[in-house]
T-cell receptor
Framework: SQQGEEDPQALSIQEGENATMNCSYK?????LQWYRQNSGRGLVHLIL?????REKHSGRLRVTLDTSKKSSSLLITASRAADTASYFC??????????FGQGTELSVKP | EAQVTQNPRYLITVTGKKLTVTCSQN?????MSWYRQDPGLGLRQIYY???????DKGDVPEGYKVSRKEKRNFPLILESPSPNQTSLYFC????????????FGPGTRLTVT
């Protein structure tokens, strides 16, 4: 399995600070995605970065991808209490399979 | 409203009693998939479907069946549920020809006693 690993498993910060989460994976990919999950609810897609891209932005989100190191990072800038959630990276096998990382639990304290 | 619906949302059943969890999407999406989420194990893909009548195994297909007879529906069938299938199940769909930018359903919490 090319399951991704995320780091840290849990992160606690103050509102206004930046949050950085990292994801590593094992094999070649087409794309890497980040999803957010509020407690026990369905996941919400945040951003997709293609294997030939190095960096992508969406609002307060910045994602980087280093295919040589098989790693990605998600940066949330100026975090808010509403950003409290679990964040997952997901990689495809160049087919229809999708492998999720274990997730990072982010807690943003007001 | 564009959405993925799952039914039931909660189910408690006994070992061996066949059950079906329905999944339906109203977005005309090609790709659909089932996942299970367990503490410490994250989300794992059970089955996926790239189109009608096309299904394939994910990482943990044992003990599950699926069918894709219509584009909008992708039911998950547990022929003989066992306690190790107690989990939170999610259905998801995507307009892309693959598992990208998926819309997730609200989840079905299944307990098998």
């Amino acid at each position: 399995s090319q399951q991704g690993e995320e780091d840290p498993q849990a992160l606690s910060i103050q509102e206004g600070e930046n949050a950085t989460m990292n994801c590593s994976y094992k094999t070649s990919i087409n794309n890497l995605q980040w999803y957010r999950q509020n407690s026990g609810r369905g996941l919400v897609h945040l951003i997709l970065i293609r294997s030939n891209e190095r960096e992508k932005h969406s609002g307060r989100l910045r994602v980087t991808l280093d295919t040589s190191k098989k790693s990605s990072s998600l940066l949330i800038t100026a975090s808010r209490a509403a950003d409290t959630a679990s964040y997952f990276c997901a990689t495809d096998d160049q087919g229809g399979k999708l492998i999720f990382g274990q997730g990072t639990e982010l807690s943003v304290k007001p | 409203e564009a959405q993925v619906t799952q039914n039931p949302r909660y189910l408690i059943t006994v070992t061996g009693k066949k059950l079906t969890v329905t999944c339906s999407q109203n977005m005309n999406h090609e790709y659909m998939s089932w996942y299970r989420q367990d503490p410490g194990l994250g989300l794992r893909q059970i089955y996926y479907s790239m189109n009608v009548e096309v299904t394939d195994k994910g990482d943990v297909p044992e003990g599950y069946k699926v069918s894709r007879k219509e584009k909008r529906n992708f039911p998950l069938i547990l022929e003989s549920p066992s306690p190790n299938q107690t989990s939170l199940y999610f259905c998801a769909s995507s307009s892309a020809l693959g598992p990208y930018e998926q819309y997730f359903g609200p989840g079905t919490r299944l307990t098998v006693t």
